[in-house]
Each structure stands twice: as structure tokens, then as C-alpha cells.
């Protein structure tokens, strides 16, 4: 099912950020086309990339307590197809859940994942709904008649948001999914700097690449010009605000045209990609109380590097 039909919303988006005089931005939902998708995935395979391991590690440790807390014959509802890694072992946690509906905005690196837990999984079905997970009203439409809803969002996305649109995602989540169901949630907790920012400079640079490539998405909904080699990946850890930021900074000085706007880089002017904020367990707990959630269940692993949490909508 596609219902991502935001062509010109988007063209308005990039532009806004763009054009904003005090920092150039482009939101991080546009590194998900299929190669973006690939490139993520490859991401979670480094070695430097501590959080898909560490999640993992701790989603094979919690499955019987999961199996204790969740309902039989559930609907799953994942926000953002990731990787298939998560998504199996969460599903074996699960018994017997009826139906399986993957949410994400790239078309064919989400049917490829739900083809594959289709084949896996046979006597489950497998919804995939092409779509932005901010799209509350029509995601509402397609679950209002789910029954026993258990949502599942990994890999610290919600890190990607600012603590106060974290918490307008996590209400619409409540919404979307409705009362007495259930959200399982990963989240990247504070730790050292080297750490994290080891975790987003690579040696491979395959997280260069992945930023880079926002800029050919950007070509595609626009029809704009960008070139890759005219910018160059940063990424570093703001402390006093928690989080990683990602950044592309521009080479030289040049001019480019979208939808007759022009467009003007200086060298060394950078275009914010993206932010990962880091929380402490607690400030997360606070958070969720303010979202239309409660905290059933926390887990982390050996390190204390990951945090999951088993949340149920007041």
C-alpha cells in the first residue's frame, strides 16, 4: 500500500531549509531512499556502530519477558522498516502474532524487507504501507480496526527527532496505535565522546556516503544539480545539547537553483543532515510520561550503551 503521495510538501520542505539564513538544513527522513536504506544497513554492520549490536544483544535477552507482558494473536506495527535482524527476533518473541505491518517512506527497500518476513514467517501476514510515520490521520484510517496493536521502533530514531518533536512523534504514536497498546522502543543512552563519535566517522566512510547521499535524493525530488564531491561529511557530539550531529560542509562558493530560488553556499558553510540525541535513562522515562505512554519494562545491556523500553499507551 503507498500512501506517500507528498511530492510537493517535500519540494517545500527542502526548500525551507535550504533557504534558512541562520543554518542551512535538510530533514533526515530524505537519506531513506533505496540506496540511503542499503547504505543504513551496511551502517549497522560496522564495527564502529555500536547501537544495532548492542539492541540486538538485548532483544534476544528480553524475549521471555516480553512473551510474559504482551498479548497473544497481536498485530505488529513497525515504524520504519529497519533491519530485518530486529524485526526477526522481535516477531520470535512474539506468540503467534496475526499480521506483521511495516511503515516506511522508501518504496522498495520496505516490499523487499516485507517480502523476505513473508517467506520467513508463513503464517503471517504481511501488510507494507508505503508512508511517512508523521502521517497520523491516514495511519489512523488503515489501523482504527487492528486489534492488540504492539508497535515496534528501533534503532534510536527517535533520537533523530528534538526532545520536544520526540515527544509530538510519541503522542501521535499513541494515537495512531490507540489505548491499551503497546509500543517497544530503542533508544541510545549518554556515554563517551570517542565513543560516539567513532560510531558516526567510520573508517570504511560508508556513513559519508550515507550522508552524501541525501544530496541525490534531494536531485530527485527537485530536479536540482547537487554534486556529492562538492561536500564533505562531518559529524561530532554537541555535549551541552546530547546529541551527534551530522553535517555536510561545502567546498567551495557556488550558486544553485531550485524551483527559480537561488541558492548560495559559501565555502566551508555547512547543510545540518541530522541529529541523533543521546538520553539518560531517566530523562527518557520523562519524556514518555509526558507523550501519552507509560514505562512497563526497561532493559539495557552489559555496557549500559542501549536502552529498550516496553511502553503502554495510557
Same mark, same amino acid.
Given at each position: ?38 547504505? +543504513? ?12 549490536? $548492542?539492541?540486538? @544483544? ?8 516480553? /512473551? ?27 506468540? $503467534? ?40 490521520? /491516514? ?12 508497535? +515496534? =521502533? ?57 550522508? $552524501? ?12 544539480? +547537487?554534486?556529492?564531491?562538492?561536500? @564533505?561529511?562531518?559529524? +561530532? ?5 546530547? /546529541? ?33 540525541? $543521546? ?13 501519552? =505512554? ?21
Amino acid at each position: 500500500m503507498n500512501i506517500n503521495n507528498q511530492i510537493q510538501d517535500d519540494k517545500k520542505l527542502i526548500l525551507q531549509g535550504l533557504l534558512n539564513k541562520k543554518q542551512k538544513y535538510l530533514l533526515p527522513k530524505y537519506f531513506y531512499d533505496e540506496k540511503g536504506s542499503k547504505l +543504513f544497513n551496511k551502517i549497522t554492520n560496522l564495527k564502529e556502530y555500536y547501537p544495532t549490536n $548492542k539492541e540486538l @544483544e538485548i532483544l534476544g535477552n528480553l524475549q521471555k519477558e516480553i /512473551r510474559k507482558k504482551l498479548p497473544i494473536h497481536s498485530t505488529i506495527v513497525e515504524f520504519g522498516s529497519g533491519s530485518n535482524k530486529k524485526i526477526n527476533k522481535f516477531i520470535k518473541s512474539l506468540i $503467534k502474532p496475526k499480521e506483521y505491518i511495516p511503515i516506511d517512506i522508501s518504496k522498495e527497500y520496505l516490499f523487499e524487507n516485507a517480502s523476505i518476513i513473508a517467506k520467513k514467517f508463513s503464517d503471517l501476514k504481511v501488510t507494507a504501507i508505503c508512508a511517512d510515520f508523521s502521517q497520523t490521520n /491516514r495511519l489512523n484510517t488503515i489501523l482504527k480496526n487492528k486489534k492488540k496493536i504492539v508497535s +515496534f =521502533f528501533p534503532g534510536s530514531t527517535i533520537g533523530n527527532y528534538l526532545p520536544k518533536n520526540a515527544k509530538k512523534i510519541l503522542k501521535n504514536f499513541s494515537k495512531i496505535i490507540g489505548k491499551n497498546s503497546y509500543l517497544v522502543i530503542g533508544v541510545d543512552l549518554i556515554k563517551n565522546k570517542k565513543t560516539l563519535e567513532n560510531a558516526y566517522n567510520d573508517k570504511l566512510r560508508v556513513t559519508a556516503k550515507f550522508n $552524501k547521499n541525501i544530496l541525490n535524493v534531494v536531485n530527485k525530488i527537485c530536479n536540482s544539480k +547537487f554534486q556529492t564531491k562538492d561536500f @564533505e561529511h562531518k559529524a +561530532f557530539y554537541n555535549l551541552k545539547k546530547n /546529541r551527534i550531529e551530522m553535517h555536510l560542509i561545502s567546498k567551495k562558493n557556488f550558486t544553485l537553483k531550485i524551483n527559480k530560488k537561488n541558492i548560495k553556499f559559501t565555502k566551508d558553510e555547512t547543510i545540518h543532515t541530522e541529529n541523533s540525541h $543521546k538520553y539518560s535513562k531517566n530523562n527518557f522515562v520523562k519524556l514518555v510520561n509526558k507523550s501519552g =505512554f507509560k514505562v512497563l519494562k526497561y532493559f539495557t545491556d552489559k555496557k549500559n550503551y542501549f536502552g529498550v523500553f516496553l511502553l503502554k499507551v495510557k
